[in-house]
């Protein structure tokens, strides 16, 4: 299963480097929500994968009993996730307001703070 | 040019810093004389600072014949420049300044000369070099001192850094950086593979310090400097710091052909150069500075032999030329100082009026014409000697040495007989005067000097000349007697030759000048090829931040991919880490249906060009992730991932309302982003792949269950990981998350009146 899952991460990883590599930024940030899933996913899946076994601790057991799933990734996955989002909502908002201000989503023609010598002209 | 004060005031008070460094270098002068007999006697005095022991690198310093010559003349000549320059700048705004640079300098250099240590002989030396950038360029106002300043800065400082890697080289081959166990050991050095490259560094560092052909350029200009500078550095002391370090180095380097041909070649090529270019100039003080480097190319041309006629010659030289060059500076700075000019062409007739000043500069002259009895005539006489001592090419050797000779002997009639005994060949700006005493006292006793040795040729032998042959052959019974009158011979025929035919080139020099002004004209100039080297230097960079440093959003990105790609897949395969095959055989039909999910979700995000479409497919990948998490006993993260992506979605939503249609740049294929893409994607599952294959390590895992309950009180183990075990880190992420909320608010809050819409 973990190989399955190994190969549709590379898929995404592939789909948004594609994303992040075009002009239009809102192309750029697709790729940014694809790549955070992504990496959360390589993460989570690198920590092996159980069904039917979350990590909960039974009413009046001292430790899990038997094998439960792996508890660090999905704790750092967490916490990766909120971060991420946090990532993807400032990139959203920068984009819309280089859009308000530039009036263009084309990052080749965002060019305010290092003018070409032809834009000086 | 000339940066000095106003010259028409009486000396005003300069404060005590002019008085002070006069008196300190004198302090310093007199106490290396009284060292003076103990060396003479054939001892060398060792005094040794640990710096950094680790690394072999301590603070030694060596003070035998060749360092006590060095370190009197720079002490010396340094004290009578004080003085000159107490009065000579008097009155400037930035005395203090010009004392500090010029007596560091002067500190600097001597730990340069005394340094038994390469890697302090080499700190030193940058030290050297950082002075004279800012003495040179002590009149920063002109673009031509500041020029200057950088020029000499640049040569000289990539010089050095040749320098340093030789040193390193030096002393990692010999295992040690003591200059005097690595000299001992001369000859393993001189079998050893390294000694080429080592030889070639240190050389790229001395002949630009040193000013030799090809690297000539920078010291004609560094006349920019106040004159007290230029006598002091660019004639007595610091140029001649890579010729110091050659006769340094010469026990334990010299000797081989490729030491003695590259000397020898670009000694006389400088020499011969230089005083050819000497003859051309009309400032008196460029004409100073060409046959400065006349003399260098000489010592070089010396040290390059071995015979102890040559290293004699050498030793009194190197005494001969400060002296009188040191005078000679002193003294045009004086006329500068009188007159307002430095154009030969214009003064005259200041015999009358300078009369110290003009007997300074005849006998200088006279010791640099090489006319007895003076110290230079001996000089010269030995000149002929080592060279016709010359094992190989005598007669290449005695041929360049007597063109520069004359030469030499033409420019000392243009600098100190025309401007004091012809009749003046203009108006003088000013009217001269007699250079007050402390101007005189330098020039006058550094020019008696030169007399005084010339007489009684002994006192120099014994106290220095001798023990300076001694540092560099090993015994002192080397050291050739110094003789005014030494029989009928050769070197005596030659010197007749040298004053006919120096006669004759000072009678026709005024010809000769516009002759050769025409070829230097015809010739291409080092210094505008060095202008063109730095334009086409800056473009170069200009160029190269233009591609590294695009701007270009795309470009970034694709090299940062390409280094992911490289950086994993190149690790990857270098570590060995192979193929493994995937073990397909768990695959429930309901995973695969999640992963086609995400495999189409995927695909049409990035192949739609419909907006609705894109964020659609971005939902449905979420989900499915989602789902992934709930399938795999992480209900938690599911929850998490699920208000995230829903959050997602309409953000993007609300910002499309206010967004461009997606393709209004048009939609195209791109096949290289698409290639890189695979290969990121590829290498990110190989490598997890890779992880995978391993067996897992769950000591951390297994901590957190044993010790959730016991120790933290809770049943739900991520969460416990969360707000307990790792609560800074998610202290942190909700700082970024606020930082993130609050700049986005920054963002929006601002108005865009201020925008530049197109």
Redesign the interface.
């Known amino acids: 299963?973990?190989?399955?899952?190994?190969?549709?991460?590379?898929?995404?990883?592939?789909?948004?480097?594609?994303?992040?590599?075009?002009?239009?930024?809102?192309?750029?940030?697709?790729g940014l929500?694809?790549i955070s899933?992504?990496a959360?996913?390589?993460i989570?899946?690198?920590?092996?994968?159980?069904?039917?076994?979350?990590?909960?601790?039974?009413?009046g057991?001292?430790?899990?009993a038997g094998l439960?799933?792996?508890?660090?990734p999905?704790?750092l996955?967490?916490?990766a996730?909120?971060?991420?989002?946090?990532?993807?909502?400032?990139a959203?908002?920068?984009?819309?307001?280089a859009?308000?201000?530039?009036?263009?989503?084309?990052?080749?023609e965002?060019?305010?703070?290092?003018p070409?010598p032809e834009d000086e002209r | 040019m000339s940066t000095s004060a106003d010259p028409t005031g009486v000396p005003r008070g300069n404060g005590l810093s002019g008085l002070l460094c006069t008196g300190l270098s004198a302090l310093l002068f007199v106490w290396f004389l009284t060292l003076a007999p103990q060396i003479a006697d054939g001892a060398s005095l060792r005094y040794v600072i640990e710096w950094v022991p680790s690394l072999g690198i301590s603070l030694s310093f060596l003070l035998d014949g060749l360092s006590l010559t060095f370190a009197l003349l720079i002490s010396g000549i340094g004290a009578l420049v004080f003085l000159y320059s107490n009065t000579y700048l008097a009155g400037h705004p930035q005395f203090d300044r010009f004392m500090l640079f010029l007596f560091s300098f002067m500190l600097s250099m001597l730990g340069l000369v005394l340094a038994d240590n390469l890697i302090a002989l080499f700190v030193f030396w940058e030290l050297t070099t950082i002075t004279s950038y800012l003495l040179i360029g002590f009149g920063h106002e002109t673009a031509k001192g500041r020029r200057s300043a950088l020029q000499a800065l640049f040569v000289t400082g990539a010089g050095a850094l040749a320098l340093l890697a030789g040193f390193i080289l030096l002393g990692m081959t010999m295992g040690t950086f003591e200059l005097s166990e690595i000299l001992a050991r001369g000859d393993e050095l001189k079998a050893h593979a390294y000694y080429i490259p080592i030889l070639l560094l240190i050389l790229a560092g001395t002949f630009t310090k040193s000013a030799q052909f090809p690297f000539h350029f920078w010291l004609p200009n560094a006349m920019a400097a106040p004159t007290p500078v230029s006598a002091f550095l660019h004639s007595a002391t610091m140029v001649k710091a890579g010729v110091y370090l050659m006769a340094r180095l010469h026990p334990g380097m010299s000797g081989t052909d490729m030491w003695m041909w590259t000397l020898t070649i670009f000694g006389a090529v400088t020499a011969v150069a230089a005083s050819i270019f000497a003859l051309r100039q009309t400032d008196l003080k460029q004409a100073l500075a060409y046959t400065t480097l006349m003399a260098l190319g000489t010592l070089m041309l010396f040290l390059g032999q071995q015979s102890s006629y040559a290293i004699t010659a050498f030793a009194t030289f190197l005494i001969v030329h400060s002296l009188y060059k040191a005078a000679l500076f002193l003294v045009v700075g004086c006329i500068d100082h009188a007159t307002g000019t430095r154009e030969a062409d214009v003064l005259g007739g200041l015999g009358r009026v300078m009369p110290f000043t003009a007997i300074a500069a005849a006998l200088a002259a006279l010791s640099m014409a090489g006319f007895p009895p003076f110290l230079g005539f001996i000089g010269k006489e030995l000149k002929y000697a080592g060279a016709l001592g010359v094992a190989s090419e005598p007669l290449f050797v005695v041929g360049a040495v007597l063109l520069a000779n004359a030469l030499m002997f033409a420019v000392a009639g243009v600098v100190a007989f025309r401007p004091f005994w012809r009749k003046a060949g203009g108006a003088l700006p000013k009217t001269p005067h007699e250079a007050p005493w402390p101007m005189l006292a330098g020039p006058v006793i550094l020019a008696v000097l030169g007399t005084v040795f010339g007489i009684y040729p002994d006192l120099l032998e014994r106290s220095l000349v001798a023990p300076t042959v001694a540092s560099l052959l090993g015994e002192i019974e080397d050291a050739k007697e110094l003789k005014l009158w030494a029989g009928v011979n050769m070197p005596l025929l030659l010197s007749i030759v040298t004053v006919v035919s120096g006669a004759i080139i000072y009678a026709v020099h005024r010809q000769a000048r516009t002759m050769l002004e025409r070829m230097d004209a015809a010739t291409p100039s080092f210094d505008a090829g060095w202008d063109r080297f730095l334009d086409g230097f800056k473009a170069l960079a200009a160029w190269q931040t233009g591609v590294i440093?695009s701007?270009?959003?795309?470009k970034y990105?694709?090299v940062t991919?390409v280094t992911v790609l490289v950086g994993m897949g190149g690790t990857m395969m270098a570590r060995g880490l192979g193929l493994t095959v995937?073990?397909?055989s768990?695959?429930?039909g309901q995973?695969?249906a999640l992963?086609l999910m995400?495999?189409g979700g995927?695909?049409l995000?990035?192949l739609t060009s419909s907006?609705i479409a894109?964020m659609a497919a971005?939902g449905v990948?979420?989900i499915a992730?989602a789902m992934?998490?709930i399938?795999?006993?992480?209900?938690?993260?599911a929850i998490?991932?699920l208000l995230?992506e829903t959050?997602?979605v309409v953000?993007?939503a609300v910002?499309l309302l206010?967004?461009?249609t997606?393709d209004?740049?048009g939609r195209h294929w791109?096949p290289w982003?698409?290639l890189?893409?695979?290969g990121?994607?590829?290498v990110?599952?190989?490598t997890?792949?890779a992880?995978?294959a391993t067996p897992?390590d769950?000591r951390?895992?297994d901590y957190?269950?044993?010790t959730?309950?016991?120790e933290a009180f809770g049943?739900?183990?991520?969460n416990v990981?969360?707000v307990d075990f790792?609560a800074l880190?998610?202290f942190g992420?909700i700082a970024?998350?606020v930082?993130?909320?609050l700049?986005?608010y920054a963002?929006?809050r601002t108005t865009?009146t201020?925008?530049?819409?197109?």
């Open positions: 299963m973990e190989a399955l899952l190994a190969i549709a991460i590379g898929v995404l990883v592939a789909a948004s480097v594609y994303l992040m590599l075009a002009r239009n930024v809102l192309r750029f940030i697709f929500v694809l899933n992504a959360n996913l390589t989570f899946v690198a920590g092996r994968l159980t069904t039917g076994a979350p990590p909960l601790i039974a009413e057991a001292e430790a899990p439960v799933a792996n508890a660090l999905q704790a996955v967490l916490t996730i909120v971060i991420g989002f946090g990532l993807f909502a400032f959203l908002v920068l984009m819309f307001r859009y308000t201000t530039l009036g263009t989503l084309y990052s080749d965002m060019r305010v703070a290092e070409r | 440093q701007g270009v959003l795309r990105m694709f991919f995937p073990d397909f768990d695959a429930t995973s695969v992963v995400i495999l995927a695909l995000a990035t907006r894109a971005l990948v979420g992730v992934v998490f399938v795999f006993s992480a209900p938690d993260v998490t991932q995230v959050l997602v953000l993007v910002a206010r967004l461009p997606l209004s740049g791109r982003d698409a890189l893409a695979l990121v994607g590829t990110v599952t190989l997890l792949l992880v995978l897992l769950r951390l895992t957190f269950e044993i959730s309950w016991p049943r739900n183990i991520v990981i969360l790792r880190d998610t992420e970024v998350v930082i993130a909320a700049s986005a963002l929006l865009t201020k925008g530049q819409g197109k």
